[in-house]
């Protein structure tokens, strides 16, 4: 069983399109991040929420704790936001829960 | 960044050969992780540690052990390597506001033949 379920697991865009994408947790959490990873490079970290929502640029997440549910949206979506998108949960303790991923790629 | 390092950066190794993987943090915290990566599953944790000398096991710990003898130094072995074992792997600090952001290092890609 998975802790963290995202969806979908791979999306397609044309440039300048609204995306979005959805993580479900089945923990109590103390904290939810968001993460990006470029095709063979390093993990970034784009948000950590608790609740409500945060905006940085052209992206945007928000979390419902009551429904255990966050989505991280791109708006004017770039060729560049290219990236595997992955979110993870802080639960119980210090044990981080990861989903697999969602692989988007924007078409120019 | 949260100045962590990993070394080496890609390693091609023979099955049956020990391998150590090193994970340098600059900023003295506590919380060490070391994960793999594996298409299809996501991060999974295979040790971590809470102090100098202080580990517990993740998920997927068969055939790797761990040790931190200092702060800024954590350190995965793979006593003898396999070809499961090829992977990426990534070493992790816990900080932030109430520990709840995870930063990751570059990452480490091994390849056992």
């Known amino acids: 069983k998975n802790e963290v379920e995202q969806s979908p697991q791979n999306l397609t865009a044309q440039e300048g399109e609204f995306i979005t994408i959805n993580c479900s947790y089945s923990?109590?959490?103390?904290?939810l991040h968001w993460l990006q990873q470029h095709p063979g490079g390093g993990i970034v970290s784009l948000f950590m929420?608790?609740?409500g929502k945060k905006k940085h640029g052209r992206l945007i997440a928000t979390i419902n704790i009551q429904e255990k549910h966050s989505s991280l949206h791109i708006t004017a979506s770039h060729p560049r936001d290219s990236a595997v998108y992955i979110c993870?949960?802080?639960?119980?303790?210090?044990?981080?829960?990861f989903g697999t991923g969602t692989s988007l790629t924007v078409i120019p | 960044d949260a100045g962590i390092t990993q070394s080496p950066r890609h390693k091609v190794t023979e099955t049956g050969t020990p391998v150590t993987l090193r994970c340098h943090q600059t900023?003295?915290?506590?919380?060490m992780y070391w994960y793999r990566q594996d298409p299809g599953h996501g991060l999974r944790l295979i040790h971590y540690?809470?102090?100098?000398?202080?580990?517990d096991k993740g998920e997927v710990s068969d055939g790797y052990s761990v040790s931190r003898s200092k702060t800024e130094d954590f350190l995965l072995t793979l006593e003898s390597a396999t070809s499961s074992q090829t992977s990426v792997y990534f070493c992790?600090?816990?900080?932030?506001?109430?520990?709840?952001?995870?930063?990751f290092g570059p990452g480490t890609r091994l390849t056992v033949l």
């Open positions: 993870a949960v802080r639960g119980a303790g210090n044990q981080f829960y």
């Open positions: 923990v109590g959490i103390s904290a």
């Open positions: 929420l608790s609740s």
């Open positions: 900023e003295n915290h506590r919380y």
């Open positions: 540690s809470y102090g100098v000398k202080d580990t």
């Open positions: 992790a600090i816990q900080r932030g506001p109430r520990g709840n952001e995870q930063f």
